[in-house]
Structures are given as C-alpha cells and as structure tokens.
C-alpha cells in the first residue's frame, strides 16, 4: 500500500464496510487495516494514536478472529475490540496470498462524522525490533482467517452476527486479551526523555 495517496486533513480514500464509532479490523486487496472511528476527537488524541504506544492483541472464538486494542491517550482503561469482518469484502477488494505477502499492519484514525483521516501509523509484523514487540503467531492468524474469508465470503459469513453474539454474550474484551493466541505492542515514535542531571 503506496502512503502517498494517505493525507491527513483530507477524505479517507479507502471504502469503509463498517460505520459508526469504534475500531474495524479490515483486510483487502490493499492490506490488513486497523481503522479507529470516533465522532469526538481532540489534538492529544491524534497525537496519542500517532505517536504513543498502542497494545494489540488477537483472539479467536467461535470461528472469528477479533483484534483488541488499547491505546494510551485515548481510552482511560480497558480493551476495545473490533471483530474481521471478511465475508463484508468482495469482487476486487478480496486479499490474496500476494497482496498479504507485506506483513504490515495499517493503522488509520478517522473523524466518523465527516469521513476526515485524522492520524496514521504503520507497524511491520515481519522486522520491527526496537519499534515493536511480537508474541504469538501474529501474522499467521491474521491470513488463515482473510484468505479463508476469501475463498469462500459466504461461509465465512454464515450465522456471522449469532456467533459474534455468542462472543460478547461469553466474554468481555478484557477476557478476549487474556486469551489472546498473539499481541503485538507499538512502542511510543517519541524518543526517551533523558534526565538532565546525568551526564
């Protein structure tokens, strides 16, 4: 995915399948995508999505991949989670082996009302050291669950929303993360503060 055709301040250029406030875990033709939707937004929160530490982990149930998400600056405590929803992508926008062979993570902060990207990050699964820490096959899971969305949207989508019911109705977000099969932790882009008085 080309970062030139990104702007902040400007239209988010890429379809959305999912409205309305909270995270969306997408992964197309275009790559995997972490979009976070919030209707009341403020400078420290862009600058907290761009630039602060962001924990991220991935859970299966009941047949679905669901990323969580904590993000310092912006939620106070707890987990956010944000359920693949592949049977949603069609036609030309279906991931293939190819397009998922740059293991990057997209990650994109939008104004839900007007459409507006606010803040964005990348975060590469592959060779990160020192800029992020990886546990778990982070990577492997999010293929197995695209590609088998992929290969067959309509299965992947049968009985979607009773399963994802079943999910919420069974456990909260906090216990998703405890249960996570991979994490994936986005260090702060700001560098240390050192203490003054060392030399």
């Not at 669901?66 to 956010?80: A, H, P, Q, S, T």
């Not at 949603?88 to 990057?104: F, H, I, R, Y």
């Not at 088998?148 to 216990?175: C, H, I, K, M, T």
Request: charged share 25%; proline share 4%; aromatic share 10%.
């Amino acid at each position: 995915m080309d970062y030139t055709n990104f702007e902040t301040g400007g239209t988010f250029p890429l379809p959305i399948k999912a409205k309305g406030d909270g995270g969306l875990f997408q992964v197309d033709v275009n790559g995997a995508m972490f979009i976070l939707q919030l209707s009341r937004t403020d400078v420290i929160a862009r600058e907290a999505f761009r630039t602060g530490e962001i924990e991220l982990a991935l859970a299966e149930a009941e047949d679905i991949l669901l990323l969580l998400y904590r993000i310092d600056g912006i939620f106070r405590e707890g987990w956010g989670d944000a359920p693949l929803t592949g049977h949603l992508v069609a036609g030309e926008q279906l991931p293939t082996e190819k397009s998922l062979e740059d293991e990057t993570l997209h990650l994109y902060f939008v104004d839900s009302r007007l459409n507006i990207l606010l803040a964005l990050r990348q975060a590469s699964v592959k060779n990160e050291a020192g800029k992020c820490q990886l546990t778990g096959d982070f990577w492997g899971l999010v293929k197995k669950h695209a590609l088998a969305a992929a290969a067959d949207p309509d299965e992947y989508g049968r009985d979607f929303n009773r399963r994802l019911g079943n999910v919420y109705r069974s456990y909260s977000p906090e216990q998703l993360a405890g249960m996570a099969q991979a994490r994936l932790k986005i260090f702060s882009a700001l560098p240390a503060h050192s203490d003054p008085g060392k030399q």
